[in-house]
């Protein structure tokens, strides 16, 4: 949803580039909104975009899955092992070591996510990438709004909340200095009740029961950070997602696959390359997950 003239341009922009590529996206002014939604405040709305394609699914489910299905294919998956250092010898990668012993590897992938930047270091490669907390909040048992719900973006305030089982996930509040901390701020309800009573009255009727947080990878573009890193043989990266990386992940993975087999990938995927960020050649786009 948009709530100022500035953000409606962009979204019909968006819309337009969207509709070219086949996605039958609808642009709906605010009193269509009320009418599908009615749950929603309007009357500040410049209007919001909707498309039946759309949805979310569970990154646990779709995370065993994938591992399932390599694991099927022969990959050995270590779980809760550290990589403690990477070998790199006359500048191309060796392996790694780890608390169970090394692995020999000419390849390394760094897809640590908001440890990028640590792991980048172990191979002596500056991958910008920082962890920014973020965190959600969990309701109770909530029948006042009829299903299906989709994910409200509230994008002016950067507020979201979708349907979860019974209950609800309501977005909460986003650290904008960089940190590895993951607790969960309760003192912040305050802001979330406001953001959540803002555009749905009802959530008054809403009881958290728990919240989570975690970590953000941010890039200093907001955008991913996929290749090689020019300066060590043998070491890709794919992290930087910014709060897009469920999202783009299997988009993601299948390229870098092709790219490390030696393939043609099936996109030219170079603008998002380590090198734009060395030379100062940002990415911009207004809508992005984080908003700085």
Known sequence: ????????????????????????????????????????????????????????????????????????????????????????????????????????????????????????????????VKPYRRQIFFTAAFPWIQDPIPLIIDFHRGWYFRREGDCLLISGPKDNFPSFNVNVDYDAMVEVAENSLFRVPLLEKAQITRGWAGSYEISPDNHAILGKVPEVEGLYTANGFSGHGFQHSPAAGKLMAELILGEKPAIDFSILSIDRLRKGEYIREAMTAFKD
């Open 1 to 128: 949803m948009a709530t100022t003239p500035e953000e409606w341009e962009i979204f019909q922009a968006n819309s337009k580039l969207q509709k070219a590529h086949g996605i039958p996206v609808e642009m709906l002014p605010p009193q269509e909104i009320l009418y599908r939604w009615p749950y929603l405040r309007v009357d500040d709305l410049q209007g919001g975009t909707f498309c039946p394609w759309e949805g979310y699914a569970g990154p646990y489910e779709a995370l065993t899955g994938y591992a399932k299905g390599a694991r099927k294919k022969g990959v050995r998956i270590y779980e809760n092992t550290e990589v403690q250092q990477i070998f790199v010898e006359k500048g191309k990668i060796t392996g790694v070591a780890t608390p169970k012993g090394n692995i020999s590897a000419p390849i390394v992938i760094n897809a640590a996510g908001p440890f990028a930047e640590e792991v980048g270091k172990m191979a002596g490669a500056e991958i910008p």
